[in-house]
């Protein structure tokens, strides 16, 4: 989803995937956040409208994983 969707965007993609939560993603197609269904209720019960871009209700900082690599010689005990 982009990051200039509305909220109502968002919600509707919630809605059609079930799966609780919708990517959203920059021009390059690089993740920025996630818009939640708890992103969702927090947004309305504070008074939020449905026509804002979703970017203004998502979670931001998601955690990235690193791949671990193997030391390059082995430690000893």
Same mark, same amino acid.
């Given at each position: !989803?982009?990051?200039?969707? =509305?909220?109502?965007? $968002? !919600? @509707?993609? @919630? =809605? +059609?995937? /079930?799966?609780?939560? *919708?990517? &959203?993603?920059?021009? #390059? #197609? #690089? *993740?920025?956040?996630?818009?939640?269904?708890?992103? @969702? +209720? +927090?947004?309305? &019960? /504070? /008074? /939020?409208?449905?026509?804002?871009? *979703?970017?203004? $209700?998502?979670?931001?900082?998601?955690?990235?994983?690193? +791949? %671990? *690599?193997?030391?390059?010689?082995? %430690?000893?005990?």
């Amino acid at each position: !989803m982009a990051l200039t969707a =509305s909220v109502m965007d $968002a !919600m @509707l993609e @919630l =809605s +059609r995937t /079930g799966l609780g939560l *919708v990517a &959203v993603c920059d021009a #390059q #197609q #690089q *993740v920025q956040g996630v818009f939640t269904d708890g992103d @969702l +209720r +927090r947004w309305l &019960v /504070g /008074g /939020g409208a449905l026509t804002t871009p *979703v970017n203004e $209700a998502m979670t931001t900082g998601a955690p990235r994983y690193r +791949r %671990k *690599v193997a030391p390059s010689t082995p %430690k000893r005990s």
